[in-house]
Nanobody, 124 residues
Framework: QVQLVESGGGLVQAGGSLRLSCTVSGRTVSSFAMGWFRQAPGKEREFVAAFSRVTGNTYYTDSVKGRFTVSRDNAKNTVYLQMNSLKPEDTAVYYC?????????????????WGQGTQVTVSS
């Protein structure tokens, strides 16, 4: 049984940094493409970043390019989202997700497994 557990969320002032972690159990993280999504109150879940399973390429939504970095540590079976220069509009519940096929990594239906989410709050 595959499980994803996020951690690292919290409250931070604008301009600060957080690092989110997503640890995979039940299978190796390298067998998945991994994505990060976020959902703010009253809004739909949106794509943030992804790490390709095969190529190791990374993808980001425009609003986080240059500020967020997604990475993978195979030895720890964990994927990370380093978030720098945080803004109040980054406030949301952040979810990691695992995709085992060849779907579009920017879309929620492509993913097969989801974590429970971790809250990130950025104060102004």
């Amino acid at each position: 049984q595959v499980q994803l557990v996020e951690s690292g969320g919290g409250l931070v002032q604008a301009g600060g940094s957080l690092r989110l972690s997503c640890t995979v159990s039940g299978r190796t993280v390298s067998s998945f493409a991994m994505g990060w999504f976020r959902q703010a109150p009253g809004k739909e879940r949106e794509f943030v970043a992804a790490f390709s399973r095969v190529t190791g390429n990374t993808y980001y939504t425009d609003s986080v390019k240059g500020r967020f970095t997604v990475s993978r540590d195979n030895a720890k079976n964990t994927v990370y989202l380093q978030m720098n220069s945080l803004k109040p509009e980054d406030t949301a519940v952040y979810y990691c997700a695992a995709e085992q096929g060849n779907g579009r990594l920017t879309t929620t239906p492509a993913y097969d497994y989801w974590g429970q989410g971790t809250q990130v709050t950025v104060s102004s």
